[in-house]
């Protein structure tokens, strides 16, 4: 009986945990500061991105339904990811998708000697760059995990570091109807949006990405409906810099 309430209270503690870090850690409030998480946009413009990948399964069949609503976005990459799937990484690059940095393993870089960091981005950005012909400009951190030393670090090399300021919180799985509405209750002119196209709650690779393929015509139906047009970053930094 005693371990049954142990285990009952241990999993209650769990659950609470995870349901806290999805409210307010996963935002990425925490560490937003000296990032690019949101930018100012008169024209209601916004970044659609993607993060995790590429995946054999799940990253064609969001650009099959991206190339349908004509929306081009970004794709935060993993070095490891691009290494192992270089067709699917060719073909973003090729249909007209921004290729991003995002680590070579999803390795969390917060605890990374400053050596460590130069590697892993650097490593990453060169595969990119030999499979895509892409060179990458900004870094998005797994989990969003970084301290201000290693901040100013990404900062020397180049990098802008870019978050996002509305999570679909497409990871757990949320239904596309589900997803849709939040982001439409609270999306802005600026935001940058966080999905992913590989990976799951707990791990970055596999997982289940259907409701996340099912969101894109939903969302596009309804962001353009309220007059919002999809961007890359790299578009919406542009602009931001120019108005």
């Known amino acids: 009986m005693n371990f049954l309430f142990l285990f009952t209270v241990s999993s209650a503690t769990i659950f609470l945990a995870a349901l806290c870090f999805c409210i307010f850690f996963d935002q990425a409030v925490l560490i937003r500061r000296e990032t690019i998480y949101r930018l100012p946009s008169a024209k209601k413009k916004i970044a659609l991105t993607f993060d995790d990948g590429p995946s054999p399964v799940w990253t064609p069949m969001i650009l099959d339904e991206l190339k ?8 935060f990459m993993t070095g490891y990811h691009v290494s192992l799937y270089p067709e699917v990484a060719q073909r973003v690059a090729r249909e007209g998708h921004e ?5 070579y393993a999803h390795n969390v870089v917060l605890y990374y000697r400053m050596e460590e960091i130069e590697q892993e981005i650097r ?6 760059r030999q499979i895509t012909g892409q060179t990458t400009r900004y870094f998005r951190p797994p ?4 301290g201000p030393r290693t901040k100013r670090k990404i900062k020397e090399m180049g990098y802008d570091v870019v978050l996002w300021s509305l999570n679909s919180k497409d990871w757990v799985t949320f239904d596309a ?3 849709t509405r939040f982001i439409m209750r609270r ?6 949006l966080l999905f992913h196209d590989s990976g799951g709650v707990f791990k970055s690779e596999g997982g289940d990405r259907a409701q996340t393929v099912a969101t894109i015509p939903l969302l596009a139906k309804e962001m353009r409906n309220q007059g919002f047009e999809f961007v890359t970053i790299n578009q919406l930094i542009e602009e931001a810099l120019h108005a």
């Open 68 to 75: 349908k609503c004509g929306i081009q976005a970004t794709f």
């Open 99 to 103: 290729i991003e940095n995002h680590g």
């Open 123 to 128: 490593y990453t950005e060169h595969l990119i």
């Open 143 to 146: 989990k969003a995990w970084l």
């Open 177 to 179: 109807r589900h997803i």
């Open 187 to 192: 999306v802005k002119s600026g935001d940058i």
